[in-house]
Structures are given as structure tokens and as C-alpha cells.
């Protein structure tokens, strides 16, 4: 499990370097791809979880380490999704009430 969120943690990292070094109109169209991704592997999460959760309800799959585990990433990653929205919602109205 740690092997992965490091991995992907690296690979968002990756994504945010190269998003930074792009030129302006490149940079808007790069933060929405990472974030369109971002939020697409979220909902990717909670499907697995979902389905390890069927599986165990069913007797498909008897580990329930692994069914919380499932449950736990989809979970993490939907609590970073929500809290990475309210820094954005945040930004934009500190933005606007600039005064120009």
C-alpha cells in the first residue's frame, strides 16, 4: 500500500513539474487533465471497494484484509478529493474579493 501512494504521489508530483514548466495556455488545459484523472481514479477507487465489499458479502472472496484495505484507499482518496476541492473553492473566493 505504501509503495503505491508513494508511487503515485511521484507521478502527481511529475505531472505538477511538467504542468509548471509548460507555457501559460498549456498550463490551465494540464491542471484540468490532472484533476479530470485525479478525480476519475477516485471513482475508479470507490468501484473497487465496492466491489471487494460485494464479493465479501456474497463469500466470492473470504479476505477481509484485503476488502479494507480496498475500502481504506477509497476512503483516503476520497478525503484528499474533498479537501483538495475546498482549497480550490477557498482560492477562488479569496479571488474575488480582491478588489480591483
Do not use: C, P, W
Amino acid at each position: 500500500m505504501r509503495v503505491e501512494s508513494s508511487h503515485d504521489r511521484l507521478k502527481f508530483e511529475g505531472q505538477m513539474r511538467e504542468t509548471a514548466s509548460e507555457g501559460k495556455g498549456k498550463a490551465s488545459s494540464s491542471f484540468v487533465d490532472i484533476l479530470r484523472d485525479s478525480i476519475r481514479r477516485v471513482n475508479e477507487l470507490q468501484i473497487e471497494a465496492d466491489k471487494a465489499i460485494a464479493e465479501l458479502a456474497t463469500g466470492k472472496n473470504r479476505d477481509i484484509a484485503r476488502t479494507m484495505i480496498a475500502v481504506e484507499k477509497a476512503n483516503i482518496a476520497f478525503q484528499m478529493m474533498t479537501q483538495i476541492r475546498n482549497k480550490i473553492v477557498e482560492a477562488y473566493q479569496e479571488i474575488m474579493r480582491m478588489q480591483v
